[in-house]
């Protein structure tokens, strides 16, 4: 049988050492945990971002694809002719603003003195008929005008609408009186069409959203009135 011949103190301040070598080691083990997590994390972290640029990359060179296809389809239809299109002279088509109804020669008309206050031609599609005055402002920023006079089927208006409501720059609405079931209108430029399908509808939205004939090109389609 053996005994420990140290003091109690010294038997106290050896357990108190043993205590502190194993906390020590403790908090050693833990610090290499930590410190490993943090390299891990870190390493995640870094291939995350890295694969989230390369992705933000790859998408950013579709987009430009996209919108470089876009503007080439876009040119080629505005060069494609417009049959029976009708034409009126800029140079006639007075622009000064007026507080009265304008008495205009052509329906809808496609030019001429008009309200200040254009209408809202941002992709808009009206349920009813809008004051010529206000319409033509909007042909003067750049807008195309599509009109009905109700013949036209469900089927195209809604064909119709879909493709203003889309496209900044537009607006659509029933006009009671015009010749042609379906008519499109920009500044000084006009066209009867067959239905939503004819070609000669993607044409002129192509030639004449903010297209050359614009006589205020920048001014804006949105901040005037509705109807």
Known sequence: MSFDHRTPMDQTRGT???RDRRNRVVA??????VVAGLLGFGTYMLLEKSEAKENDGASRAQDGKQTEQTEQERKKLAAEPIADERT???KTLTRHHV???VKYPMKPPVGGNHNPAWLNCDGVVYEKAVPDVNAVHALEHGAVWVTHNGKASPDDIGRLASRVRSTPFSLMSPYEGQAGTIMLSAWGKQVTVDGADDPRVARF??????GAQTPEPGAPCTGGIDG
């Open 16 to 18: 108190d050492r043993a």
């Open 28 to 33: 050693i083990g833990l610090s290499a945990v």
């Open 88 to 90: 009126w002279d800029a």
């Open 99 to 101: 507080g009265t109804d």
């Open 205 to 210: 939205f192509a030639r004449y959203v903010q």
